[in-house]
């Protein structure tokens, strides 16, 4: 469903990606793992097609990149991340704001079809906000936000989910409500790509691990292949220890 092959990434003097290759199928749901500022961030971007690499090849959904429409390729790539979330109007109200999603419009400026304020409902149903549906977006905790805005990435019924730090700035019990939605859609079929750096938030569902230092991928495959002490000292220069319980990743530092 994902392909990337070698690909580098250079911005000005910095080389952000450096011969990166990962490939994703079907019934994978993939954690990229690494500090803040080794280029996971730009490995979505490359994969939304909102970057394009210095050399190697994007292919996604068997479509390789440049050589495809990428707004029709988008329409099937949910996308969440927080650069998004604050460009999106507080003022408007909920229902709204989830309806853009359908055409990849920030805000309406025209008369929304009713059946696309159903189908809007319906995702606000599936995230269960339906209360919130008229209230202004900005009225909302930061952790109902994050739950409009997967309600957003949903509209166009994805084939991929990427999740960019979805629980960045959530408290403890905010974090694992989302978490919760975020593990039952992964039964649905879709492929999900979950961005963080922070280990504890490897639901059970995810099952691969990539593992990103400096612009090169350290390991990648299975998740428990990845997750090891060694590994993970290497990535992040801390020494740790790795409990798993109930599937999940817990970290300790020695």
Not at 7 to 26: A, C, K, N, W, Y
Not at 90 to 105: H, I, K, M, Q, S
Not at 209 to 231: S, W
Request: proline share 5%; with cysteine.
């Amino acid at each position: 469903m994902i392909r990337l092959e070698h690909i580098t990434f250079v911005r000005g003097e910095r080389r952000i990606l450096q011969d990166v290759s990962l490939h994703m199928q079907p019934g994978e749901h993939w954690v990229v793992l690494g500090k803040n500022g080794s280029g996971k961030t730009t490995l979505l971007e490359l994969i939304t097609g909102y970057q394009f690499p210095t050399s190697g090849k994007v292919q996604v959904l068997g479509q390789l990149y440049g050589e495809v429409d990428l707004r029709e390729v988008r329409k099937k790539i949910g996308y969440i991340s927080q650069s998004l979330m604050e460009k999106l109007t507080l003022r408007d109200p909920v229902w709204e704001v989830v309806a853009t999603g359908e055409y990849g419009f920030l805000r309406f400026y025209q008369e929304i079809p009713e059946e696309v304020k159903r189908k809007a409902l319906e995702r606000l149903e599936r995230v269960r906000l339906p209360h919130v549906a008229d209230q202004p977006l900005g009225t909302l905790s930061q952790g109902e936000r994050k739950k409009i805005m997967l309600a957003r990435a949903l509209m166009t019924d994805p084939s991929v989910l990427i999740l960019d730090e979805p629980c960045s700035g959530l408290d403890l019990y905010e974090r694992e409500l989302l978490l919760g939605d975020i593990e039952e859609l992964g039964k649905t079929g879709l492929l999900m790509v979950y961005v963080t750096h922070h280990i504890e938030e490897i639901a059970p569902v995810f099952t691969h691990i990539a593992l990103i230092d400096q612009g090169k991928i350290v390991a990648r495959g299975p998740k428990r292949e990845v997750l090891t002490a060694e590994l993970l000292r290497q990535a992040y220069q801390v020494p740790v220890e790795v409990d798993w319980f109930k599937d999940r990743p817990w970290i300790r530092v020695v």
